[in-house]
Nanobody, 126 residues
Framework: QVQLVESGGGLVQAGGSLRLSCAAS????????MAWFRQAPGKEREFVAVISLTGGTTYYSDSVKGRFTISRDNGKNTGYLRINSLKPEDTAVYYC???????????????????WGQGTQVTVSS
């Protein structure tokens, strides 16, 4: 198994930036594709971005494309989500997730991922 722990969330004003981190342990991090999802109050969990094992391939949801950047450092067993130009509608709990060996075919589906972190809260004030 791989354990995932998110950090870096907080309260930010609209227009600000954050970098979320996802620290992995337990297995070889570079064997896993990594994704970020988010869940706002009263809403379903929503795909945000996914990155391949080596970082060479990334996909984003249309709602975050251009403002969010997913990355990873396999040497540090850590994935990242950089969020720029934050908007109040970005307020949510952000989760990282991992899938062994490859990006899932339907990478937007949360049930494609084997492992999840506990989430980190991002709150954007207007």
């Amino acid at each position: 198994q791989v354990q995932l722990v998110e950090s870096g969330g907080g309260l930010v004003q609209a227009g600000g930036s954050l970098r979320l981190s996802c620290a992995a342990s337990g297995r070889i991090f570079s064997n896993y594709a990594m994704a970020w999802f988010r869940q706002a109050p009263g809403k379903e969990r929503e795909f945000v971005a996914v990155i391949s094992l080596t970082g060479g391939t990334t996909y984003y949801s249309d709602s975050v494309k251009g403002r969010f950047t997913i990355s990873r450092d396999n040497g540090k067993n850590t994935g990242y989500l950089r969020i720029n130009s934050l908007k109040p509608e970005d307020t949510a709990v952000y989760y990282c997730a991992a899938k062994s060996l490859r990006i899932p075919n339907i990478y937007q589906r949360s049930d494609e991922y084997n492992y999840w972190g506990q989430g980190t809260q991002v709150t954007v004030s207007s």
